[in-house]
């Protein structure tokens, strides 16, 4: 009588098909770019409203300057 093995799936083995584990990869890679890039918004932000108030501050300074 033929000995039959038997195989399994991975998913019937109770491990990850490799799919799953590529796209588990994927999904730590873009939740780590999205706080990074979080991290920059943020900074970016805090930029901007510095650069609004030295461009204000330069536009008084202008108008003081042309008042004279």
Do not use: W, Y
Not at 50 to 55: I, K, P, Q, S, T
């Amino acid at each position: 009588m033929a000995q039959h093995s038997m195989m399994f799936t991975a998913r019937e083995r109770g491990q990850p098909t490799d799919a799953e584990t590529r796209l588990r990869k994927q999904v730590v890679r873009l939740k780590e770019l999205r706080e990074k890039d979080k991290a920059e918004l943020e900074q970016l932000r805090a930029d901007v409203q510095g650069l609004v108030r030295v461009v204000n501050q330069l536009s008084l300074e202008n108008i003081s300057c042309v008042k004279r």
